[in-house]
């Protein structure tokens, strides 16, 4: 394998969307949500260590997640794992990974991915990746892997490509137009419709040393907090510098940070069938079979009668969910908590942010 | 305390209708579902304990069922514990105990109780039993306790006593004019409306004598079946000769095979709080305290938004419920199953009648 390709894996976010599943004890991305057997992390880590030396796999994820991550993840050399102080959303994450990696070696090629998606077919996901690492070893952009879109959804970041022409496809890849932050569902619509949009994956890949030019061209407010910091990398006084770095640094997305600016952002359109495991309706599907009236359950058994559209879930795995009269519900059972919420994400969000009032902090 | 009295407590019920919170495995007399500090059936034996000596209480329960109530009550001589082979209601159960009580003691009153009330005021409970044994003892009729109706409910039978004279009110006890078979909401309405009507609490006190008398008169079909058997009581064949008659009983209540026909029934007006914990409906109000929507949740937190008048309980006491927009439901968790549904009766009972199919033996 390239020893000059790495992958770095982005585990530090509290996956509060998929309460009480997840909670900040134990985000999803160190659970086995979908039943594969592994949890979400690891399937990471082994997707990529077919095409990625292990020794070059980093995660990036908060201090408290440290032994959360090495319990999936045993054989990860400490040097690969960067602790956050805190989270503070993709940007610095990828920051602290990208200056990371160009010290360690100044031609590394970095796959971001984040640790919690659900990728059914791993073949295909492995030719996708390839060819989009490769592209971006040979050139000096910025490649995201888009998905086809199957829906409106609100809850993804929307890519528009460029319309074909020798500039701006080549190998398969494709010139990006613009990054959309999340749309209304109207507008998705309208973006679906044109087929110009893609979703965004989240999974990006380019040089570090790129990345590093694009972030302080655009995002200089993160990346002056970083530097003069390189001659702390792999000291005893990195985690000082950290946490100073990071009290320093605002919260932002690379979409928002840099994607969403740069004129160096090309699409490599993924062939495998994907979830970004954010909202249960992006779960939708992948928990379970549908019943004939649109309900997915994950346990052994289930009981439903007028009721539609609905998601049941528990990590008790052999109990019986017996439901009567809901329609575009979920109902999400856990040792500790159980939620009850029309299934639309703006109002499972709004009540589940009221668990931040004081009463509530055993049960995040 | 006067040896000629006895108890008996009734516990051979499946409580199918608090589902899933109380099962077949384990029926809401052996529990303790309103949280206060013993099982239902120990509290019962509790309270009758100060009014009847212990050695005079009986329980009568279906076989599969006698290690739960030993467990409760440790100190129950076996031959106080009657073992039915199969449910038959509560007809031959009380046929059971009268030959049983009538052989140890000819003069022997019997109150007969279910064991899984709910009984708030103990010391009114124990006046106003004490007052109706007394009457019983000293007349020849069927006497019951007699509940002040709070809300139309078509859960409950209802008695309509007779109108003042010196013939029908003597003591406090009134002579009963009809007895009713659970009536719908809206005939419920007419009962409380007349001020003539009283729930029937399901607790009788008569003589031995007196109700074998009685069911010899109006339900020979039940009696026969026991007669010629008093030679086998408390003997080895007495097993034996049960599992015979109950194969050949019809089931039946006490309330349709006497309580309407015969007309030696009165009523002794409780003055004390009472709840059958026969459904949600009833138990309503006695396993937690109201929200200002109605809501009642038994466990340690809860957070509700758009819900109204809703029944949460969960057998973890520590456990969240978080609800939103639900109207009039139950919320029901164990480990084993959860249910959501209508709190509407009727429609309870159909739902959960579905688990009578196969595959549900395990969550019954």
Not at 29 to 42: E, L, P, V, Y
Not at 80 to 93: F, G, I, K, Q, V
Not at 234 to 248: C, L, N, V
Request: proline share 5%.
């Amino acid at each position: 394998m390239n020893n000059n390709r790495y992958c770095v894996i982005m585990a530090g976010g509290s996956g509060s969307r998929l309460w009480p599943a997840s909670t900040t004890a134990c985000p999803k991305q160190f659970m086995d949500i979908a039943d594969t057997g592994k949890t979400s992390i690891r399937s990471t880590f082994d997707r990529f260590s077919s095409l990625i030396p292990k020794e070059n796999i980093l995660v990036v994820t908060v201090r408290k997640y440290k032994d959360l991550v090495l319990q999936s993840i045993p054989e990860l050399d400490e040097s690969n794992l960067l602790l956050e102080p805190y989270a503070r959303d993709t940007a610095p994450c990828i920051a602290y990974a990208a200056y990371t990696l160009y010290k360690r070696n100044p031609d590394a090629t970095m796959t971001v991915t984040p640790a919690d998606h659900l990728i059914e077919d791993e073949e295909a996901f492995r030719e996708s990746v390839t060819k989009a690492i490769g592209f971006a070893e040979d050139n000096d952009i910025l490649m995201t892997l888009g998905i086809t879109p199957t829906r409106p959804d609100p809850n993804f970041g929307y890519i528009q490509i460029t319309g074909g022409s020798a500039a701006t496809q080549k190998e398969g890849a494709i010139k990006v137009k613009t990054f959309t932050e999340k749309p209304d569902v109207s507008l998705a619509k309208v973006f679906i419709g044109s087929g110009e949009f893609f979703w965004n994956s989240g999974i990006f890949i380019w040089k570090a040393g790129t990345i590093i030019r694009e972030m302080e061209r655009h995002m200089p407010e993160v990346t002056r907090v970083f530097s003069g910091w390189e001659h702390a990398i792999g000291t005893p006084m990195e985690e000082e510098f950290i946490s100073r770095a990071y009290t320093d640094c605002i919260k932002i997305s690379i979409d928002y940070g840099v994607m969403e600016k740069t004129d160096k952002a090309w699409l490599y359109p993924a062939r495998f069938k994907w979830s970004d495991v954010g909202t249960w309706e992006s779960l939708y599907g992948c928990i379970g079979e549908k019943d004939c009236n649109g309900n997915i359950c994950n346990t052994a058994k289930s009981l439903t009668e007028d009721c539609s559209d609905t998601v049941m879930y528990s990590d008790t795995k052999d109990k019986l969910i017996a439901v009567k009269g809901l329609d575009n519900y979920v109902v999400i059972d856990t040792g500790r908590a159980l939620l009850i919420c029309p299934k639309d994400d703006r109002k499972l969000k709004e009540f589940t942010a009221r668990l931040s009032m004081p009463g509530f902090e055993n049960y995040r």
